[in-house]
């Protein structure tokens, strides 16, 4: 094992955790915007509403899976590749927050896909919540890049 990054092979290995959690927080960039599409055009009474919300589904359920299995990836990746103490960092908390948040968000969510149109409120600031807590996450994790 080679933590200083000179065994091109551990070096890129180290770098598939942040590229997997770029494209997972890109589609969960893309989920919030439809989410915010739905929101307007449920108060504009404007139509198209059913085709958006089948569309945010779409994409949103992959982007929690890839949240998800990516921040399972996290901790391994700095234990087995760079010889680091899981959880160590700020990084690491404000990942885990995030998780928790995106999780949240995607119980909710299926809440309101069974119809339970009490948990909308709770599903949009879970969704500006998750969102920000990602962005966090993202911005905290640029110091530790291989």
């Known amino acids: 094992m080679?933590?200083?990054?000179?065994?091109?092979?551990?070096?890129?290995?180290?770098?598939?955790?942040?590229?997997?959690?770029?494209?997972?927080?890109?589609l969960a960039w893309l989920a919030l915007r439809s989410g915010l599409g739905i929101r307007r055009m449920r108060s504009q009474r404007a139509k198209g509403l059913v085709a958006l919300r089948a569309s945010h589904l779409r994409i949103a359920k992959p982007a929690v899976a890839l949240i998800a299995i990516?921040?399972?990836?996290?901790?391994?990746?700095?234990?087995?590749?760079?010889?680091?103490?899981p959880f160590a960092t700020f990084h690491a908390w404000a990942g885990i927050a995030a998780l928790a948040a995106f999780v949240a968000l995607a119980v909710i969510g299926r809440r309101l896909e069974e119809g339970r149109a009490a948990a909308r409120p709770v599903h949009a600031r879970l969704a500006l919540l998750a969102a920000l807590l990602g962005g966090l996450a993202a911005a905290s994790g640029f110091v530790l890049l291989p």
């Open 2 to 26: 080679d933590p200083t990054g000179y065994d091109e092979t551990f070096r890129w290995l180290a770098w598939i955790h942040p590229a997997w959690m770029v494209l997972a927080l890109g």
């Open 70 to 85: 990516g921040s399972v990836g996290g901790p391994i990746s700095s234990w087995w590749l760079r010889e680091w103490t």
